[in-house]
């Protein structure tokens, strides 16, 4: 502290032990000037009477009143104003000091305490560094405190938030928001620490989350900065009284007396333009000249994060800080890095529900912690002395929260439960109509309901041309209990299946028009909520099972999970079955038939002669047109047959039609040609598809044309383009879910096996094993030949007399094979028969027939030669 400390009209001079009014000394006592040096120097924080007490007659045992009698003194002399009394507990000076000597800092370095994480916003009422025109307390009143709250903890994961805080500071109102629990007042406590300098007439915490009604909250602004408000406009006295002040005013917790808040903050920032604001809020105040900084969560570390890298994300750094300040002894151990960003995935990033849990490590250990998250509100709920009761447990926060939404609100988030992952506002406008007459809600009442939702940050939107919004993991769980006890879930379901299937519906009308990339990006991300609208209509309506089915086919296609689209199907075929030519089932099996497609090529076949008939019943040229593409592409029908659909497909195209439709026709003639070994005639067909496809846009298509002409390079003998062009299927993979990826791989093989190159051969065959695997074993049957051909060209002759076995049976169930299988097969076939005995090779052929996928990698894949 400097020897002079200037306030006011006085210079104080430590030394001389002299107080000077305008440069004439005051007659000060000497017991009087010790009392203010003793508090000058503790400027703006409560200094006890007890500390006092010894600070001015050290060594001496005197009664209160004679410290009372000196104070009476300071008084006289600085104004009434100048020292504030803390009832039964002691005294601060609350002058501004106006003058500082070099190096000299507005405060006692003892009160500065660094930026930390934050302890309870419910220690957060203070002032540093007041202004001028100060009243005391009215008897019986409770003065806040008068330094900003202080924390050992650092702020972890929040340095980049707090840097872009910073650049803000300009503004004159900054309000962070962001949902119950996130660390909002955590940050802004660090950020009014970095901000009290700049701010020579103080810092002003306040916290408003214990206030009752609207109407305190003008008080408690006046009481945390020491103003008297008197008056009628008592708003318009405090707003005048900071008019020439730079004080620096953080109003924490606003959300539930926002609308007072907001009428004190526009009068502050009308009347005086020194002051800066901070709000903490769950809600923008949505003023003029109001800066919104929405708190997001804290990092949490991608999958395969070393420790060290782990600790560089804030939720990682705060739950391993949390969990070593119960057991100092603690360290992240490697083989706990993923379980520990699980739990923080789970959590989602929420800073009060980190640290709860990190509660919870030392009783039920990290896996007891992770396995209970299913129990989330009963798991996350703590006791700790001095917390505020919303931040106890994870339920009181979000109860918060819920109880400030108004009831049009609290229907609305509750009804958004039923979504799985993200949805688009369509499906939330579809959601809020069709239900009962007096819960519906129009377009315009949805789109500002659910607008209220955002900015209370418990709806999250993603940006984009076209926003999609979802719930947090925690915020879903709190919002399906709350539709639970509504007695609406039942209700909400349904009306969820069917406005995702009209959804659906546009988007399989959407997809012949679209390029992938626009279509998925518009669609793809709703697969979730598919999922559960399919997993709904099975069990509760059968005929929408099988529309919604149907409508989803594409999309199951082009995000690489036909298998899963496989699976469904099968079980709502008996369903499809009772609706006869329906137009829902012409669809259902026409996409059914597209998902079997060099998987079970009898089923595909099936599927197609069902979806024919019903496209034909109901006169619908399209679906006729698409059934006789899957039915000639089945690779199923004799050579004439084939070639009188192709002519019949030409028979039915427009001039009008999208180029998606136009090119089914060229998938199936290329499919036909190979199947006839017209391999010349294939590959340009095959040209033609594939300029017409990237012209459009049309991936799926492409990865499918480059498919088949790589096959049909290798069946011309053109190994390297074959390659060349598998390789470019396998970099495109890359990028996308792309099924052909298992294709491109079964022809390096194959190249591989033709330039005797068995070393590439197993390392390529490895991988086809993993990729089909990855994918329910899709396309293994199709391509077993050249396992079984790798064990031969390796001498393991009895392996590759069982991997036979299987490739026959599995060839008994696709219904046909092209020409790179055959090839295989012949190799093979060839080398085993003359290695082993007929009866011998008959018995592993039986054998090999009842492997399941994982032994057919086995046999495949065991011990090479030496």
Known sequence: MPDSIRFDRFALRVHERVLYLDGQPTALGGRAMALLVALAQRHGRLVTKAELMELVWPGLVVEENNLQVQVSALRKVLGTGAIVTVPGRGYRFVLPLRLREAGAASAPAATTPSPSAGASSSQASALQLPPVRRAQPEPGQTEALTALPTQAQRLWGRERDLAALDALLPAPLITLVGSAGIGKTALALAAAHRWRADRPDGTAWVDLASLNSAGCAVTAVSQALGLSVAGADRLGSLASALGPLKVLLVLDNAEHVLEAVTGLVRAVMQAAPGVRLLVTSQVPLKVDGERVFRLGPLSIPPAGASVDEALQHGAVALFVDQVRALDRRHALLPDQVALVCELCRRVDGLALAIKLAASRVPLLGLPGVVQRLDERFRLL???????????????????????????????????????????????????????????????????????????????????????????????????????????????????????????MDGAYEAYWLSADATWLGQFGCDIDNVRV?????????????????????????????????????????PLADRLGDDPAAARFWLEHSRLHWGVDNAGMLQGARRAEQASRSANDARGVYLALRCVAGSGMLARAQAVALLREMSTLERPDWPVRLL???????????????LMADARRVCQNLLVRAQSAGLEGVTSAGLSDLAAISLALGDTDAALRISQDILARGRHRRDNFVVHALAIVACVAFVRADLAQARATLRDFLDASRSRSWEWLGLYAGLLALLAAMEGRHEAAARLLGYTAQTYRTLGSHDVLAVYAWSRAHAAVEDALEPTVLQRLLALGATLDPESVCTWALGQAPT
């Open 533 to 573: 609208a399919l997993d709904w209509a099975v069990a509760h309506d059968p005929h929408l099972a099988v529309r919604l089915q149907g409508a989803v086919g594409p999309l199951f296609l082009l995000l690489g999970l036909a298998p899963e689209g496989r699976l469904r199907g099968r079980r709502i075929e």
């Open 663 to 677: 090119t089914q026709r060229l998938m199936a003639e290329v499919g036909v040609l190979r199947s006839l070994e």
């Open 381 to 503: 709920a703590g006791h700790s002395a001095g917390v505020p009761d919303r931040h106890q447990t994870l339920m009181a926060a979000l109860d918060w929260s819920h109880e400030l939404l108004t009831p049009p609100e609290q229907a609305l988030f509750r009804r958004v439960a039923v979504f799985a992952g993200g949805f688009p506002l369509s499906l939330v406008t579809l959601l809020g109509q069709g239900l009962t007459p007096d819960t519906c809600l129009d377009e315009w009442q949805v789109l500002d309901t659910l607008g209220a939702l955002v900015d209370r940050s418990l709806v999250a939107v993603d940006g984009g041309d076209a926003p999609r919004y979802r719930l947090l993991d925690s915020m879903r769980d709190y919002a399906s209990l709350k539709l639970q006890a509504s007695g609406e879930q039942a209700l909400l379901q349904a009306h969820h299946a069917r406005a995702v299937a009209e959804l």
